[in-house]
DNA sequence: GCAAGGTC
């Protein structure tokens, strides 16, 4: 039997073995096993888990490449799934634990991606698992997890539905090929084109992009917003000296001198006669159960917190043991929920202990109302604690909302009395209200919701009350304020962008993508780059940011899903129609092109000039909006550099191989290292040569460092002096520019040595080391040195590995990756030039001289 | 470097 997660493994296993029963094994997916009876006859169960999805979908290798596949190739390319998280080891675990089972039970989550996570696991199951006759895979349908729904599911076990999980699969496809092939699109188009955009990806997505959308329609709103005058009538009078607030039953008008009309008949009057006195009693319902959206509505609108961070705090929350499953869509509890035993764990919390025993004592009455989906119960505290025990912080402040928001959910209504007293004047009627709380209910212990006394003074019906003055109130309307993020959320759940587990992710990478940032009172503000964007879909395809096409398509799944529909058909047809508009969309990107044009500068305007070009001989600009770049205006070229870091002029060289002007990239921080690169090179490394910064993101480039060539005087060839004794595949390289404090740096890991501080300057020998076949140094001492005295002269040539007066006073630093290596003396071919050079002689492993420093 | 959906 397998669940979705670990944790419902466990409380499902519970529920169907026998007491003290069960054994369970732990290991990365633990797997409880119990003896029972099954189908009638006696069965040993085993219950494990997977982590959610098993399988991710990509595409194939062949269109991994952004350089060598056409985004628009992607709607028509091949894709495959693998192991979504390959370290979990779910597949082989699945495997090994089918292996003599005659029957799998599938106790996944009751919704549509559940039913395709039991195809995933029947992939990895059956053919391990015994064969007998009849059938043999089962799918469990619970409404909740609670025993006696469990036991239900267990004893009308059906079968898993295909063609909902067929909609998954197609949902997959059609979000992976429309996202990376816009995503890819856009950002190629975009980034190198203008100097100050700051945007590593400009990406889209069906969920991201409809929620960008939502807040830069707003901000639109604002600024096409016309302020209106109104105008209205405002009498003043008090009743036993408290002065009354008094509302005109018109509101408000948009006319002035219709206004001050109505202003001279009131004034006229002189007195205002009150026309009734009503009194209502007013209910404010209890809440209902918490749910993920609601908690994170909460966490921003009251908190402070947002989305993405308080979904982390409520996961640490829920694997300590502090709360229930924090990923919910249901505000319903479900039937036979354990209110009184929550309720009582309760009972002596030094904060609610006292509330809990009243209510215990009025005798629980269990919500009514909300919704219940099924899939997880709300939100509720799963044992007392103490802010001390939760840690404090806002652990505390999410667990004490949950917390009170379950006793809150379970206490009566607060009820007030308000009173309405309407007062006429000259043929026009005012109103004033009070309100006076009779019960305060579930607002004792949620006291933010409480209502405050706002008594009238006593009026009595017929009776006048004299005007002292009637003013003339202007005002003018006012223009929306930016969206809260809790109102995003909201709009987001109105129009099914994302799930409960999704929409804090979907709000996270607007806002890391830098399309929106937070502001002050946790207000989604759009930046330039999300106005430009959403600016442009607007003007070349509404469609394309509006939250209507994410229901569209999903209609079409639930075609699949209902087996009204044949996925590869929808599939087909849907992927047709974003190609279109795809197509389109590139036809027309010259549209958006002039939206950025008017907020961001072009390339061949900004930069300044820095580092000739080896083709034109004309300065390339440096561009220094991330990601750092130059730029030749002449060869319309842009040129990637090193991130990171500053890029100077090398002392005017050039490379030897394209005429490019050398520069140097210098990192941050303390032993930060410096190395020239050729600008070319870098981005046209020569075949086989390892590269710089490669991965996160970068695809690297070759620095001089690097460069294996033969030919070029910076190349690590004539600049290296030995391999690295910390990792195993760079060399050590002078640092050219590294005067007063000479170094050399390993290529590849943060392994340095500083050379002695009374060195002039220093240069590799071409000559090598008889010994250890390491490059030479060319040693120039100070006048006068120890080292000059040393040495019998200011110049010296020396090996750094084998002349030990050198070694000595040489100091080794290393990084993060520092392990002392044990063994050794392999034998490393990589610099692949006669002579070998660098390379030791026989066993005798010349780094081991270097761990003695 | 890309999407969105699970889960941790």
Redesign the pocket.
């Known amino acids: 039997m397998v669940a979705?997660?670990?944790?419902l493994a466990l409380s499902i296993a519970s529920f169907l073995a026998d007491r003290n029963q069960m054994h369970s094994r732990r290991g990365q997916l633990d797997v409880h096993e119990f003896e029972g009876r099954f189908q009638g006859r006696p069965a040993h169960f085993k219950m494990t888990s997977v982590?959610?999805?098993v399988l991710?979908?990509?595409?194939l290798p062949q269109f991994?490449n952004?350089e060598t596949t056409h985004p628009a190739s992607l709607f028509d390319a091949g894709t495959k799934k693998s192991e979504?998280?390959p370290k979990?080891h779910v597949c082989r675990h699945l495997q090994s634990e089918a292996k003599g089972c005659t029957h799998l039970v599938l106790w996944l989550?009751c919704d549509r991606?559940g039913e395709n996570i039991c195809f995933e696991v029947m992939e990895h199951t059956l053919a391990w698992m015994q064969r007998v006759p009849g059938q043999q895979v089962f799918r469990a349908r619970f409404s909740s997890i609670t025993a006696p729904d469990i036991r239900a599911a267990m004893d009308k076990l059906v079968q898993p539905n295909e063609n909902e999980a067929l909609a998954v699969d197609a949902r997959?496809e059609l979000?992976?090929k429309v996202?990376?092939a816009f995503?890819?699109f856009q950002?190629r188009f975009f980034?190198g084109r203008y100097g100050n955009l700051d945007a590593?990806?400009v990406?889209?997505?069906?969920?991201?992009?409809p929620t960008l959308a939502f807040c830069v329609e707003r901000s639109q709103s604002i600024a096409a917003f016309q302020p209106q005058p109104f105008w209205s009538v405002r009498p003043h009078a008090s009743k036993q000296g408290q002065a009354l607030d008094l509302q005109w039953d018109k509101g408000r008008l948009f006319d002035q001198e219709v206004t001050q009309l109505y202003q001279h008949l009131v004034a006229q009057a002189g007195q205002l006669r009150v026309a009734s006195v009503t009194e209502h009693e007013s209910r404010k319902h209890r809440p209902h159960g918490l749910n993920t959206v609601e908690l994170l509505k909460v966490a921003s609108a009251s908190m402070g917190l947002g989305p993405h961070y308080a979904m982390q705090i409520a996961?640490r929350l829920y694997?300590s043991g502090f709360i229930s499953y924090p990923?919910t869509e249901s505000s319903g509890y479900p039937p036979g929920f354990d209110f009184s035993g929550t309720l009582a764990s309760h009972r002596s919390h030094p904060i609610w202990g006292q509330y809990v025993l009243a209510l215990l004592q009025g005798g629980v009455q269990p919500p009514k109302g909300g919704k219940d989906v099924g899939d997880h119960p709300p939100i509720t505290p799963a044992c007392s604690a103490t802010e001390a025990e939760v840690g404090g912080g806002d652990a505390w402040r999410i667990y004490d909302y949950v917390a009170r928001h379950f006793l809150g959910s379970l206490s009566a209504d607060a009820v007030s009395k308000k009173t309405k007293v309407v007062l006429s004047a000259g043929g026009e009627s005012f109103h004033a209200e009070g309100v006076t709380p009779l019960r305060s209910g579930f607002t004792a212990i949620m006291p933010w919701k409480a209502t405050e006394a706002a008594a009238l003074p006593p009026m009595t019906e017929g009776e006048a009350l004299p005007i002292t003055s009637v003013e003339l109130h202007q005002g003018k309307t006012s223009p929306p304020d930016y969206l809260s993020e809790s109102d995003l959320i909201a709009l987001m759940e109105k129009h099914g962008i994302?799930?409960d587990?999704?929409i804090a992710v979907?709000i996270n990478?607007i806002c890391e993508r830098n399309y929106v940032s937070i502001q002050a009172g946790r207000k989604v503000v759009p930046t330039e780059l999300g106005n430009t964007l959403v600016r442009g879909y607007q003007k070349i395809d509404p469609e394309l940011c509006s939250p209507q096409v994410r229901g569209h398509v999903e209609a079409q799944l639930s075609l699949i899903a209902a087996g009204k529909a044949e996925k590869g058909s929808v599939v087909m047809h849907t992927l047709a129609q974003f190609a279109h508009k795809f197509r389109f969309f590139v036809a027309h990107i010259a549209r958006m092109d002039s939206l950025f044009e008017a907020s961001f500068s072009p390339l061949s305007s900004s930069g300044k000039p820095l580092s000739k070009c080896g083709k034109c001989a004309r300065y390339m600009k440096l561009i220094s909006a991330r990601p750092t770049r130059l730029y030749c205006p002449s060869c319309e070229e842009v040129l990637a550099l090193p991130q990171g870091g500053t890029i100077k002029l090398y002392k005017g060289l050039s490379c030897p191989l394209d005429s490019y002007e050398l520069v140097l990239f210098s990192q941050a921080g303390p032993d930060a290292r410096t190395f020239p690169l050729c600008p070319f090179c870098f981005n046209h490394p020569l075949e086989g040569a390892h590269l710089w910064g490669a991965?996160?993101?970068s695809k690297g480039g070759m620095p001089c460092t690097m460069c294996p060539h033969l030919g070029c005087k910076h190349s690590f060839l004539r600049q290296g002096v030995t391999p690295c004794p910390e990792c195993d595949a760079g060399t050590l390289v002078l640092d050219p520019v590294s005067a007063p404090k000479w170094r050399l740096d390993c290529n590849r890991c943060n392994f340095l040595i500083y050379l002695p501080l009374d060195l002039h300057s220093v240069r590799v020998s071409r000559r090598t080391c008889e010994e250890c076949d390491s490059n030479l140094l060319k040693l120039s001492w100070k006048k006068g040195s120890a080292s000059a005295i040393r040495a019998g002269s200011e110049d010296q040539e020396a090996c750094a590995v084998c002349d030990e007066d050198l070694r000595k006073s040489c100091d080794v630093k290393h990084g993060r990756s520092y392990a002392v290596r044990r063994g050794g003396g392999r034998s490393r071919g990589r610099r692949g030039r006669r002579g070998g050079r660098g390379r030791g002689r026989g066993r005798e492993d010349p780094l081991m001289s270097f761990r003695d420093f």
Do not use: M
């Open positions: 979705e997660k670990p944790s982590i959610g999805h991710s979908i990509d595409f991994q952004w979504a998280n979990a989550d991606e997959q979000d992976l996202g990376v995503t890819r950002t980034q590593r990806l990406s889209y997505g069906p969920c991201q992009t996961e694997t990923r994302g799930t587990a999704s979907h990478n991965g996160a993101g």
